[in-house]
């Protein structure tokens, strides 16, 4: 039905801009990552050096360790806190389901900043948290590990994507046939067993596209340390960050990029697999 | 308050040998009232039909059994013991789903052994009873195979040797066959029948076929409108049916709609002795009751009219004709007789006009 | 009457899901109860409430030069995803060509790839190319990370469409132009306004990306973000009030358009599109 003109004619365009825009780009950073600086000026000298750097000072290590932690925290507690509310939904919300899911991911496409700044001022130690423990006269000083601290950055991430792990479970449960749960139940299994023995299996899916996507994000997130992290709540993303501003090196934050990047590709690519694996129709 | 209790032993059922009943159950959905007050019986080891339209309440009466469904008002007792007060799980009934509902992240095997693992049955009682189980359906080959690759036909053996394999006292079947082919249907209905013979289990059959109901059931229970119509036999549901729409439902009929007076029944054009009180009456008299006059007399006492052929189907066997008395359409039935025309004599037992209820 | 049997509601369930929602919306409560405090951001309770923030907000010269920068980047990423990602989706939608899976992922990938990557990508790219940053490269880097966006969106809506309309369209002797004009488009209209709206709001609110793309004129977030690096007024929490409002204003548009035109029966569906397979 659609002639060869028609098709290359759709395909071309954003094909090229694609290819040219983000291809060429991702190949550049590439590129950049075996290059070096000489003397503040950036070299074409093609080496491996940044990636041995990468790998074998501690403090890039450490960081590189300290943000995989967070980003398994945020993953852990995202889903402990949008699997039940989305089985809430799914299962017993009955007439208010409709509303309820609009409430959930509305804000979810609002300002990552808004939210951030958000938790910036009820954490600080002149903050509305420690003003409202000081007025019920629980504490009598500021709590100092709410702000500028991992547990902070955890919790702003927490906050932001626990929505986005949310829905894929949600949409993963809505699939699930009732009938299925019903046959369970007239088999003898009560809500606990019908959970685990048939709703948590099928919906494992979107549990694993919710999880990847949430790690991934919060793997290479740099704006949330920068706001609530401080000292101790840096992460890797920061270290490319200044790379790129401050401690001009470029071809070392380049490297860096590349390996978040290869992360997250491989992350997509057995996440990709194993929902496969764990899809029954 | 319950109405069983009333009997002095509280506990027993109402009626002895009955293993479900159902007392005055009602169910209403928001201002929607989809079963009005239902009471019925099923004895052990019986095959009951709910039969309806969609919309009958038929499915929401199984359902209201399996425990999915609360009653709105009413009672269900089964073998002595409170059952609507109990959760699906706790119930010893089990259910045969529509679209069969197997779990598609389970082979066929642990599809059946679901229920004895949920009870953390030792792994060789379950390997014994899932293996009978499958045979009794004649699946054990595709024991391992994912519900995905079976056919229609198959996962409903393997929906029934699921629910089978945990003995139900009673087995709820919710239109099971209504999504196969025709063959293959005819050939599950003979299995069904045969394998409810074989185990002696009491099925509750759900379907809107009237064929199927009749072809399977020990007895049958119309519901129309939430209401039941009538409970019976096939023969006597067929022979005497109660109502208007019970005699139209189930095989075909032809109402004639008329008044008693004088000892005499006055449809239309037609009029034959009847007793019974006089007024306003409606008769059923199925097509093949009535024959051409010319085809000899019979030993009853016959009515007589004469009509004018409109229309002549043929199939095979037999030829259903359709005629014009006096402005009243009725329905023939007759053994092939070749090609008719005009008017003719029509003659019927007055036996075979069966009072009914509008 | 008879009692119901075990109710599966679950009392514990239901006060933990509540206890999300909180979490979830309590933060940016907070924050705007406090746009309304004259002692400032911190400490509790608010005890004066005053609009003064808000006056002095709208007096701020700064921020409406960023906020004019904004509208002006978004609506133009709105002109380029759309357009290309109107392509893409067709493209998906009904050519096939070596590489196409490839190409999918690879429009969909700026989605699940931090953001600071596509943005130092594209810093290299423009540095690379002898570009300086400006509104320009912040647009450009925009526009290609939401192209993602508008693609699945406009796919989604193409699967939707009934195949036959533009068959018959044919048939009736339009040509393939004439039958994208008159009838692939206007069935695509409710997919183009959801994206649409998507897009503006995403961009308007968008920071990694444009946090290395950015030259001396700011966009809103980034100008937000420079005067968090003086300190905290509660000028700031108005602004920041004041977005929130309106993108969720936004997003509540988005939603219903979008679950009336592909159809309400799915909206877990629908909503989970915006993410790649």
């Given at each position: 039905?659609?002639?060869?003109?028609?098709?290359?004619?759709?395909?071309?365009?954003?094909?090229?801009?694609?290819?040219?825009?983000?291809?060429?780009?991702y190949?550049?950073?590439?590129?950049?990552?075996?290059?070096?600086?000489?003397d503040?000026?950036?070299?074409?000298?093609?080496?491996?050096?940044n990636?041995?750097?990468?790998?074998?000072?501690?403090?890039?290590?450490?960081?590189?360790?300290?943000?995989?932690?967070i980003?398994?925290?945020?993953?852990?507690?995202?889903?402990?806190?949008?699997?039940p509310?989305?089985?809430?939904?799914?299962?017993?919300?009955?007439?208010?389901?409709?509303?309820?899911?609009?409430?959930?991911?509305?804000?979810?496409?609002?300002s990552?900043?808004?939210?951030?700044?958000?938790?910036?001022?009820?954490?600080?130690?002149?903050?509305?948290?420690?003003?409202?423990?000081?007025?019920?006269?629980?504490?009598?000083?500021?709590?100092?590990?709410?702000?500028?601290?991992?547990?902070?950055?955890?919790?702003?991430?927490?906050?932001?994507?626990?929505?986005?792990?949310?829905?894929?479970?949600?949409?993963?449960?809505?699939?699930?046939?009732?009938?299925?749960?019903?046959?369970?139940?007239?088999?003898?299994?009560?809500?606990?067993?019908?959970?685990?023995?048939?709703?948590?299996?099928?919906?494992?899916?979107?549990?694993?596209?919710?999880?990847?996507?949430?790690?991934?994000?919060?793997?290479?997130?740099?704006?949330?340390?920068l706001?609530?992290?401080?000292?101790s709540?840096?992460?890797?993303?920061?270290?490319?960050?200044?790379?790129?501003?401050?401690?001009?090196?470029?071809?070392?934050?380049?490297?860096?990029?590349?390996?978040?990047?290869?992360?997250?590709?491989?992350?997509?690519?057995?996440?990709?697999?194993?929902?496969?694996?764990?899809?029954?129709? | 308050?319950?109405?069983?209790?009333?009997?002095p032993?509280?506990?027993?059922?109402?009626?002895?040998?009955?293993?479900?009943?159902?007392?005055?159950?009602?169910?209403?959905?928001?201002?929607?009232?989809?079963?009005?007050?239902?009471?019925?019986?099923?004895?052990?080891?019986?095959?009951?039909?709910?039969?309806?339209?969609?919309?009958?309440?038929?499915?929401?009466?199984?359902?209201?059994?399996?425990?999915?469904?609360?009653?709105?008002?009413?009672?269900?007792?089964?073998?002595?013991?409170?059952?609507?007060?109990?959760?699906?799980?706790?119930?010893?009934?089990?259910?045969?789903?529509?679209?069969?509902?197997?779990?598609?992240?389970?082979?066929?095997?642990?599809?059946?052994?679901?229920?004895?693992?949920?009870?953390k049955?030792?792994?060789?009682?379950?390997?014994?009873?899932?293996?009978?189980?499958?045979?009794?359906?004649?699946?054990?080959?595709?024991?391992?195979?994912?519900?995905?690759?079976?056919?229609?036909?198959?996962?409903?053996?393997?929906?029934?040797?699921?629910?089978?394999?945990?003995?139900p006292?009673?087995?709820?079947?919710?239109?099971?066959?209504?999504?196969?082919?025709?063959?293959?249907?005819?050939?599950?209905?003979?299995e069904?029948?045969?394998?409810?013979?074989?185990?002696?289990?009491?099925?509750?059959?759900?379907?809107?076929?009237?064929?199927?109901?009749?072809?399977?059931?020990?007895?049958?229970?119309?519901?129309?409108?939430?209401?039941?119509?009538?409970?019976?036999?096939?023969?006597?549901?067929?022979?005497?049916?109660?109502?208007?729409?019970?005699?139209?439902?189930?095989?075909?009929?032809?109402?004639?709609?008329?008044?008693?007076?004088?000892?005499?029944?006055?449809?239309?054009?037609?009029?034959?002795?009847?007793?019974?009180?006089?007024?306003?009456?409606?008769?059923?008299?199925?097509?093949?009751?009535i024959?051409?006059?010319?085809?000899g007399?019979?030993?009853?006492?016959?009515a007589?009219?004469?009509?004018?052929?409109q229309?002549?189907?043929?199939?095979?066997?037999?030829?259903?004709?359709?005629?014009?008395?006096?402005?009243?359409?009725?329905?023939?039935?007759?053994?092939?007789?070749?090609?008719?025309?005009?008017?003719?004599?029509?003659?019927?037992?007055?036996?075979?006009?069966?009072?009914?209820?509008? | 009457?008879?009692?119901?049997?075990?109710?599966?509601?679950?009392?514990?369930?239901?006060?933990?899901?509540?206890?999300?929602?909180?979490?979830?919306?309590l933060?940016?409560?907070?924050?705007?109860?406090?746009?309304?405090?004259?002692?400032?951001?911190?400490?509790?309770?608010?005890?004066?409430?005053?609009?003064?923030?808000?006056?002095?907000?709208?007096?701020?010269?700064?921020?409406?030069?960023?906020?004019?920068?904004?509208?002006?980047?978004?609506?133009?990423?709105?002109?380029?995803?759309?357009?290309?990602?109107?392509?893409?989706?067709?493209?998906?939608?009904?050519?096939?060509?070596?590489?196409?899976?490839?190409?999918?992922?690879?429009?969909?990938?700026?989605?699940?790839?931090?953001g600071?990557?596509?943005?130092?990508?594209?810093?290299?790219?423009?540095?690379?190319?002898?570009?300086?940053?400006?509104?320009?490269?912040?647009?450009?880097?925009?526009?290609?990370?939401?192209?993602?966006?508008?693609?699945?969106?406009?796919?989604?809506?193409?699967?939707?469409?009934?195949?036959?309309?533009?068959?018959?369209?044919?048939?009736?002797?339009?040509?393939?132009?004439?039958?994208?004009?008159?009838?692939?488009?206007?069935?695509?209209?409710?997919?183009?306004?959801?994206?649409?709206?998507?897009?503006?709001?995403?961009?308007?609110?968008?920071?990694?990306?444009?946090?290395?793309?950015?030259?001396?004129?700011?966009?809103?977030?980034?100008?937000?973000?420079?005067?968090?690096?003086?300190?905290?007024?509660?000028?700031?929490?108005?602004?920041?009030?004041?977005?929130?409002?309106?993108?969720?204003?936004?997003?509540?548009?988005?939603?219903?358009?979008?679950?009336?035109?592909?159809?309400?029966?799915?909206?877990?569906?629908?909503a989970?599109?915006?993410?790649?397979?």
């Open positions: 039905m659609y002639s060869r003109a028609y098709k290359t004619l759709v395909s071309l365009p954003p094909l090229l801009w694609v290819g040219f825009f983000l291809l060429l780009p190949a550049l950073m590439f590129a950049h990552s075996f290059w070096a600086v000489r503040g000026v950036l070299v074409h000298q093609w080496n491996l050096h990636y041995a750097t990468l790998f074998s000072k501690p403090v890039y290590v450490k960081v590189l360790l300290r943000t995989m932690c980003a398994a925290s945020v993953t852990l507690c995202s889903l402990l806190l949008g699997y509310l989305a089985y809430y939904l799914s299962f017993h919300a009955g007439a208010r389901k409709e509303l309820l899911y609009q409430l959930v991911i509305v804000p979810l496409w609002v990552y900043l808004v939210r951030g700044y958000a938790w910036k001022t009820i954490l600080g130690s002149e903050g509305v948290l420690n003003g409202f423990l000081q007025y019920l006269h629980l504490t009598h000083e500021p709590v100092a590990f709410l702000l500028y601290s991992p547990f902070a950055v955890v919790l702003v991430l927490t906050h932001i994507y626990t929505p986005f792990v949310f829905l894929p479970i949600y949409a993963a449960l809505e699939h699930i046939p009732r009938p299925l749960v019903e046959a369970s139940q007239d088999l003898g299994a009560g809500s606990v067993q019908t959970f685990l023995r048939v709703v948590l299996p099928l919906s494992i899916p979107g549990l694993l596209a919710g999880a990847t996507f949430a790690f991934v994000l919060s793997l290479g997130d740099f704006l949330a340390p706001l609530v992290g401080g000292a709540g840096t992460m890797i993303a920061n270290v490319v960050q200044s790379l790129f501003g401050a401690a001009y090196d470029w071809p070392l934050g380049a490297a860096i990029s590349v390996c978040i990047l290869l992360i997250t590709i491989a992350l997509l690519f057995f996440s990709e697999r194993l929902e496969k694996r764990w899809s029954f129709k | 308050m319950s109405l069983a209790a009333s009997n032993q509280h506990g027993l059922s109402a009626t002895p040998g009955a293993l479900l009943e159902v007392l005055g159950v009602a169910k209403r959905f928001g201002d929607r009232e989809v079963l009005k007050h239902i009471s019925l019986n099923i004895a052990s080891g019986e095959f009951l039909t709910l039969l309806g339209e969609s919309g009958s309440g038929k499915t929401t009466l199984l359902r209201l059994v399996a425990g999915f469904e609360q009653p709105t008002a009413g009672e269900i007792w089964m073998s002595g013991e409170r059952l609507d007060t109990l959760p699906p799980y706790k119930r010893r009934v089990n259910t045969v789903f529509q679209h069969y509902a197997l779990f598609p992240h389970l082979s066929v095997r642990e599809n059946v052994a679901y229920s004895l693992r949920v009870k049955t030792s792994a060789a009682e379950v390997g014994g009873r899932v293996d009978e189980a499958l045979r009794m359906v004649k699946m054990q080959e595709l024991a391992d195979s994912r519900p995905s690759k079976l056919s229609g036909g198959q996962q409903q053996r393997v929906a029934l040797a699921r629910a089978l394999v945990n003995r006292l009673l087995l709820l079947l919710d239109e099971p066959l209504s999504a196969l082919d025709a063959n293959l249907r005819k050939q599950m209905q003979s069904l029948k045969a394998l409810q013979r074989e185990l002696g289990i009491t099925f509750l059959f759900v379907t809107h076929d009237q064929e199927e109901a009749m072809a399977l059931s020990d007895r049958i229970a119309l519901l129309s409108n939430g209401a039941l119509e009538q409970i019976a036999s096939p023969r006597e549901i067929y022979a005497h049916p109660a109502t208007a729409y019970t005699a139209q439902f189930i095989g075909q009929t032809n109402l004639l709609r008329g008044q008693i007076a004088d000892g005499m029944a006055r449809c239309g054009a037609l009029q034959w002795p009847a007793d019974g009180p006089g007024g306003a009456a409606v008769f059923s008299l199925r097509p093949e009751a024959r051409l006059a010319s085809d007399a019979a030993a009853h006492v016959t007589r009219f004469h009509a004018t052929l229309q002549q189907f043929f199939s095979g066997a037999s030829e259903l004709l359709e005629v014009n008395c006096g402005g009243q359409l009725l329905r023939v039935r007759i053994s092939a007789h070749g090609p008719l025309f005009g008017e003719h004599d029509f003659i019927f037992s007055i036996a075979d006009a069966i009072r009914v209820q509008e | 009457m008879s009692r119901p049997a075990q109710l599966r509601r679950s009392p514990l369930l239901t006060i933990y899901a509540a206890l999300v929602f909180i979490f979830i919306y933060p940016v409560a907070v924050l705007i109860l406090y746009s309304f405090n004259r002692e400032g951001v911190g400490g509790f309770p608010p005890r004066h409430l005053t609009f003064d923030w808000y006056r002095q907000l709208f007096a701020d010269s700064a921020i409406w030069d960023a906020v004019l920068n904004s509208l002006m980047v978004a609506a133009a990423s709105v002109a380029l995803s759309l357009t290309l990602g109107l392509l893409a989706a067709l493209a998906l939608d009904r050519a096939t060509f070596p590489g196409k899976s490839l190409f999918r992922r690879l429009v969909l990938l700026p989605l699940i790839l931090p600071i990557i596509t943005g130092l990508s594209l810093l290299m790219f423009a540095v690379f190319a002898g570009a300086p940053l400006s509104l320009l490269t912040v647009f450009l880097g925009h526009g290609t990370a939401l192209i993602s966006v508008a693609t699945t969106e406009l796919f989604a809506g193409l699967q939707k469409m009934d195949r036959a309309q533009e068959e018959a369209s044919l048939d009736l002797g339009a040509t393939p132009w004439q039958t994208f004009w008159r009838v692939t488009l206007p069935n695509l209209k409710l997919s183009l306004i959801a994206a649409g709206l998507l897009i503006f709001t995403l961009s308007m609110d968008e920071i990694a990306v444009t946090f290395f793309l950015i030259g001396r004129d700011n966009t809103l977030p980034l100008e937000i973000w420079g005067r968090l690096r003086r300190g905290i007024t509660p000028e700031i929490n108005a602004v920041s009030s004041l977005i929130f409002a309106v993108s969720v204003g936004l997003i509540i548009i988005w939603y219903r358009i979008r679950t009336r035109g592909l159809g309400a029966k799915d909206p877990a569906e629908n989970f599109k915006a993410f790649p397979e």
